[in-house]
């Protein structure tokens, strides 16, 4: 290693090294044919040791790019924490009131389902051409709960999040309802 005044030289792996007085870093490409400064993420052989640059400033605790993805996850985790603490309403309730509010409506007829009518699960008024049963009961459908009237077809309309829908007893209107 030469040095003259503050400035140095030196050969490290067969790489020339060079080092100016404002703590600059060059190695020699001998595939280029010229001096390359060095700099953090540059294509460089191994600097010689004891040969650091100044410290390369890091960005602060608390930027943009660390708060945002932190405020993003701790809002995720919140809003999943409120989703399973508060429940999300009694779905069953809701299902006996929309299933008693059926009553005395009357159901249109949709195709079939293995050999079984199946019908729409909004009323239409019962003097319309469409109209194929009447609901004239509603019942529970858990286990040991009575059965439909003689005459009346029972009728389950499907609600999300209940294990049991009550059982609408239609009687039909109209000759195949």
Known sequence: MTGVGDASETTHRGV?????????ISFYD????????WRPGVDAPPRPPGWTT???????????????????VVGAVVIAVIQVLRPSGNQTAKEAKASEAMLGKCLAQHGTVNGHPRYSSTPVPCDSAEAAVKIIKVIPSTPGSPLCPSGAIGV???????EYPHVECAQPIRPGG
């Open 16 to 24: 020339q090294w060079r080092r100016d007085a404002g703590s600059g």
């Open 30 to 37: 001998a595939d280029g044919d010229r001096w390359v400064r």
């Open 54 to 72: 100044e410290r390369v400033p890091r960005p602060g605790r608390w930027t943009r790019w660390r708060v945002i993805p932190l405020v993003l």
């Open 156 to 162: 389950e309309l499907l609600y999300n999040g209940v």
